[in-house]
């Protein structure tokens, strides 16, 4: 049996660096990733806390040129269908923004929840059926980190139609797509948002969110 | 302009132990915790991933004792009625488990989803409007991971009516109950779920959890 661990002020400070520098990536370099990173990576994501423990996400691992050129088309098409509903200045913002690494990036990554999993046996998602996808978010953020910690980035494409990638990828149709992912070496860090660098949405004060009762 | 950090192989070992030892907690020491280290990791919680840059979680902390026992009533309620759907030794075993620790845990915090904030002018969530319910939850894990950091322990509760728990702290009816969250100091650390050391349901291989296409 395996100690507890206790984490000490310099593993704080640097836990804080990773949450402060993850970032959304949307500008990868084309270098390959080991394969065996990205299993290690899915298998840390596997650890996340889930509902039951139902263990309801699912990883599919895009390969094919075939399918990552049908969810590239997917993207431009939603990506064009949401510019059209910006006006003037938003949408010249809009149309400047890069918001999805999806032709660079060497590892493309869909999770998804498997709503009819037996597993967990309905426990804590009677009254908040919407756990099982919480605990499917959870696992994606749980592999966002740890790829950070090991220098790739993380990007989250949601501009995409889902009934278009179960599809596109054959996928069960009841499953439900949460994340399609771009992994690989981001072309730059930094400490912002991409969005707030570019003008997009500003920071909100902590005190404008936390209230009491 | 700080510089981006490069984790080595120390930290990424020990951010895999943060993972493997984080745990949904329901047994806590009843010592309090130092306020300002409650808003310090929700200063953190606000880090998280969101869609457009939303930034839509609103944090409510619950401190009034009347408020606390209209939570714990209704958790009590909703427990008894997901009790009642399970026959047998399954029921034998629900019975047993202890799924919360509204009693004891110093600190309660509920986290919500603004889903009508303005922030993010809908960039991202035309196809996949849930997306705001997924950065709310981002956020929750990030509070939750870095809490254990600190040694503190977090649990997640979601047997509870959400429409009930909005009405018993006042907050807006269209803001939308995430995550009712219990921290404090555990009673015990383990390396394993509760519901896995207590026999509810086993581990996934990740064999199972990973397709190619």
């Known amino acids: 049996?395996?100690?507890?661990?206790?984490?000490?002020?310099?593993?704080?400070?640097?836990?804080?660096?990773?949450?402060?520098?993850?970032?959304?990536?949307?500008?990868?370099?084309?270098?390959?990733?080991?394969?065996?990173?990205?299993?290690?990576?899915?298998?840390?994501?596997?650890?996340?806390?889930?509902?039951g423990?139902?263990?309801?996400?699912?990883?599919i691992l895009v390969e094919s040129e075939e399918r990552r050129e049908c969810i590239r088309q997917n993207f431009e098409r939603c990506n064009q269908a949401a510019l059209s509903s910006y006006e003037g200045e938003r949408a010249e913002l809009y149309a400047k923004l890069k918001l999805a690494g999806?032709?660079?990036?060497?590892?493309?990554?869909?999770?998804?929840?498997?709503?009819?999993?037996t597993r967990g046996s309905g426990l804590g998602r009677v009254t908040m059926p919407e756990t099982m996808e919480y605990s499917t978010v959870l696992s994606v953020y749980?592999?966002?980190?740890?790829?950070?910690?090991?220098?790739?980035?993380?990007?989250w494409v949601s501009i995409l139609d889902p009934a278009v990638i179960?599809?596109?990828?054959?996928?069960?149709?009841?499953?439900?797509?949460?994340?399609y992912l771009c992994i690989g070496h981001p072309e730059e860090d930094s400490q912002d948002p991409e969005l707030l660098r570019h003008g997009w949405e500003t920071r909100v004060e902590i005190g404008d969110l936390l209230l009491r009762r």
């Open 1 to 51: 049996m395996q100690e507890a661990p206790v984490f000490d002020e310099t593993f704080r400070k640097e836990f804080e660096n990773l949450l402060k520098w993850r970032r959304d990536v949307r500008s990868f370099r084309r270098e390959p990733v080991d394969p065996r990173l990205i299993e290690h990576l899915i298998g840390l994501a596997s650890l996340a806390p889930s509902v």
């Open 53 to 59: 423990y139902s263990q309801p996400w699912r990883y």
């Open 102 to 117: 999806l032709r660079d990036a060497p590892v493309h990554l869909a999770v998804f929840l498997d709503s009819h999993t």
């Open 142 to 155: 749980t592999l966002w980190l740890a790829a950070r910690t090991h220098g790739l980035g993380v990007g």
């Open 166 to 179: 179960n599809c596109c990828l054959q996928v069960p149709q009841d499953w439900k797509l949460i994340a």
